[in-house]
């Protein structure tokens, strides 16, 4: 196989898998309340990365556009970088808890 050929399989795969990651994340998102670490982690490695936060955040504004999903406050939600503290490109589960009890007690 060719390097173009190799460039169009693993681009269809990453197409398909994100978009699967993508459906499968809005089923799971709870109308109300802190979304869990297992909902936003959409590969399972642990470890939240920026596809996936945005993934989940898009699925909110949608949902939200739509009717079906009750989210208060959501312009002020913290970015990727503001609960990223240590700034590895990774949220881990630490680092969502602490924004989520952050927010819940300052909204």
């Not at 982690?41 to 642990?46: A, C, V």
Request: net charge neutral; glycine share 6%.
């Amino acid at each position: 196989m060719n390097m173009m050929n190799k460039i169009i399989a693993a681009a269809m795969f990453f197409g398909t898998l994100t978009l699967s990651a993508g459906l499968i994340a809005a089923q799971d998102l709870p109308e109300r309340g802190p979304i869990p670490f297992a909902t936003w982690d959409i590969d399972g490695n642990g470890t939240i990365d920026k596809a996936e936060f945005n993934t989940i955040r898009d699925q909110q504004q949608k949902m939200a556009k739509s009717g079906g999903y009750r989210r208060q406050n959501m312009a002020t939600a913290p970015t990727f970088a503001q609960i990223d503290k240590n700034n590895d490109s990774k949220i881990t589960p630490d680092e969502l808890m602490a924004a989520q009890k952050n927010r819940q007690w300052n909204n």
